[in-house]
């Protein structure tokens, strides 16, 4: 009887996740049957989606709120179809808010659990690896340092390895890259990347703007490039632009997408805390990490934090490699200074390169063949 494994991916980080692991366990078991709640890349590996992935992203609490209801009758649904099919294993890949209620109740079942993709348990709210603990049989790591904790307290867990340190080459092509952006090839260039999310961009636009205005005061052969996901960012960065009266001839490039482009072809990345960070680590380029919340959140969570980092290479590589100006120090003149030292220490970033190969090295397992063996040694599959 073939395997059947049920797995839940709600964003398009774990629908990619997801499609590459089932690759991995089918080229182990070409039988083996997927069901459950998957996006379009799952759907074309295989997956038998129930309801669409989009149905599962909600954006920040009020809209969690406005949609409990739909997420409630989802669930139960859910629920109530994965134990008629009765699978061998069940995965929740990420979006811990969904899949940890999802897998309590299916371990109380008896349905072996899995959770892919460790939340931040090492930065604040320790306390939720005991609810992971109840949720999950196995968790499976994207960094090194993470099975540790879980091990205290009897989960096991399994580092995987990054998929990003599997996408990305070791040694980025960066003139290529400037060739195939048409930028000068000797040009000084720094991309900003104020972040993915509407309310990152409305409160990091104006000091990143600002910043870029006074980097190029300083020196006004520096090139800007602007990497944007949606309409609504671009918008948003537009109007920063406009109220900080930037010349027309100002060199600033707005881009629909491209950022991993764009990080590997400029000199210096000023980016917002996040994913981002990784990614310009992996392509070994210097950055400065910003990021601003609202004052009342920010010292909750500051009270709450258990290391001296936000920024991924930093809490990765445990010191400050890169610097990181948040809240108050987030501001224009503070910004740009950080920058334009990057520009200026070409002894640094050399050193900072060498430090970014070994932290991709360490992040670099074949991530989904990893991913594929953990999951199959509990459910008693051979692995070639």
């Known amino acids: 009887m073939a395997v059947c494994i049920a797995m839940v991916a709600g964003e398009a980080s774990g629908d990619l996740l997801g499609c590459r692991l089932m690759a991995a366990i089918k080229r182990r078991l070409p039988d083996a049957r997927f069901v459950g709640i998957g996006g379009p890349s799952m759907v074309r590996e295989g997956m038998e989606s129930w309801f669409p992935a989009e149905r599962l992203a909600v954006n920040g609490f009020?809209?969690?709120?406005?949609r409990l209801p739909e997420l409630l009758s989802i669930r139960r649904e859910l629920l109530a179809g994965i134990k008629r099919e009765a699978p061998d294993v069940f995965i929740g890949i990420d979006a811990p808010d969904f899949n940890l209620g999802v897998e309590r109740r299916l371990k109380a079942s008896g349905i072996p659990t899995v959770h892919y993709v460790s939340p931040s348990v090492w930065a604040w709210r320790g306390g939720r690896v005991n609810k992971i603990k109840r949720s999950a049989d196995h968790v499976l790591c994207l960094f090194p340092f993470e099975p540790e904790l879980y091990q205290r307290v009897g989960l096991p867990a399994t580092f995987v390895g990054h998929p990003l340190a599997d996408e990305f080459e070791l040694e980025p092509d960066r003139q290529g890259e400037r060739e195939r952006l048409c930028l000068p090839r000797d040009a000084q260039i720094i991309t900003l990347m104020p972040g993915s999310r509407e309310g990152e961009v409305r409160k990091l636009a104006a000091d990143f703007v600002g910043a870029a205005k006074r980097i190029h005061e300083a020196r006004p052969d520096?090139?800007?490039?602007?990497?944007?996901?949606?309409?609504?960012?671009?918008?948003?960065?537009?109007?920063?632009?406009?109220?900080?009266?930037?010349?027309?001839?100002?060199?600033?490039?707005?881009?629909?997408?491209?950022?991993?482009?764009?990080?590997?072809?400029?000199?210096?990345?000023?980016?917002?805390?996040?994913?981002?960070?990784?990614?310009?680590?992996?392509?070994?380029?210097?950055?400065?990490?910003?990021?601003?919340?609202?004052?009342?959140?920010?010292?909750?969570?500051?009270?709450?934090?258990?290391?001296?980092?936000?920024?991924?290479?930093?809490?990765l590589c445990k010191e400050f490699l890169v610097p990181e100006l948040l809240q108050e120090d987030c501001e224009p003149q503070k910004l740009a200074e950080a920058s334009l030292k990057w520009l200026d220490d070409t002894d640094g970033v050399s050193a900072l390169t060498e430090r970014f190969k070994s932290l991709h090295l360490s992040l670099r397992k074949d991530n989904a063949s990893r991913a594929a063996d953990a999951i199959l040694g509990m459910i008693g599959g051979k692995a070639p």
């Open 62 to 66: 009020a809209d969690a709120l406005r």
């Open 222 to 315: 520096v090139r800007f490039l602007v990497p944007l996901v949606t309409r609504e960012t671009r918008a948003l960065f537009e109007h920063a632009m406009l109220a900080a009266e930037l010349p027309a001839d100002f060199p600033l490039k707005l881009m629909f997408g491209h950022s991993h482009e764009a990080m590997t072809a400029s000199d210096v990345v000023l980016l917002a805390s996040g994913t981002a960070a990784l990614e310009a680590a992996l392509l070994k380029r210097p950055m400065v990490i910003a990021y601003k919340i609202a004052p009342w959140s920010y010292r909750i969570i500051k009270k709450m934090m258990y290391l001296p980092y936000v920024g991924l290479p930093n809490i």
